[in-house]
């Protein structure tokens, strides 16, 4: 098993372009999530998904939009990438709603807009 | 609400000497327990969990954590740090809050081992 996936890396963009962040996972999880970690602030939900066709907004939700049209597919989009973007995005996954199954995390995206 | 307090943001220790990292949390629903490990330029990794029953939870690596729900606290700690320990550990409580199961991390504390 792969587990979480990333795609990219690393990007870098120019204010106002827009991009797509890809999460992948092969263990069948049905909730799927978008962090963005910064210095001295931990991790902050951008977006969430219980399950394929679902999505729902976190903490910090203004200037992302999220897809899941394939249960083990979830995508985080930036239409008008501004420098408070800037920052180091994980995606995880869990298991089901149960309170005792741990998330598992992904490498990470490490995006910089100038 | 719940939320997570690690107060320190840096710890640095020497090399086979004891380390405690502290976590404490709030919450008006009873909640299950993680520290996840964060190595540099990687993901997060689940380090332990405290879901219920013994109070005392250990890892395969040598850390320890102990749920204490008077204190509202869950520290971790290991007895003797090894060089590849240096890390950034993050404390995260789950509970559910309006039908989700809400996790909250704490801002996590940099484990500076020191040869």
């Known amino acids: 098993n792969a587990g979480v996936t990333q795609t990219p890396k690393f990007r870098v963009l120019k204010t106002g372009q827009s991009m797509t962040l890809l999460c992948a996972q092969d263990m069948n999880h049905e909730y799927m999530y978008w962090y963005r970690q910064d210095p001295g602030m931990g991790l902050r939900l951008i977006h969430y998904s219980v399950g394929e066709g679902t999505t729902a907004k976190g903490e910090v939700p203004d200037g992302y939009n999220v897809s899941r049209l394939k249960k083990q597919n979830f995508l985080l989009g930036l239409e008008s990438a501004a420098p408070s973007q800037t920052s180091v995005y994980f995606c995880a996954s869990s298991y089901d709603a149960t309170r005792r199954n741990e998330q598992f995390f992904g490498p990470g995206t490490r995006l910089t807009v100038l | 609400a719940q939320s997570v307090t690690q107060l320190d943001s840096q710890v640095p220790v020497f090399e086979e000497a004891p380390v405690e990292l502290r976590c404490n949390y709030s919450?008006?629903?009873?909640?299950?327990l993680f520290w996840y490990v964060q190595y540099p330029n990687q993901g997060l990794q689940l380090l332990l969990k405290?879901?219920?029953?013994?109070?005392l939870v250990e890892s395969i690596n040598g850390f320890e954590a102990e749920f204490n729900k008077s204190q509202t606290s869950f520290h971790l700690r290991k007895p003797s740090v090894h060089i590849s320990d240096t890390a950034e550990y993050f404390c995260?409580?789950?509970?559910?809050?309006?039908?989700?199961?809400?996790?909250?991390f704490g801002t996590g504390t940099k484990l500076q081992v020191i040869p």
């Open positions: 995260a409580v789950k509970g559910y809050s309006g039908g989700y199961q809400k996790v909250t």
């Open positions: 405290y879901l219920s029953g013994s109070t």
């Open positions: 919450s008006s629903v009873s909640v299950y």
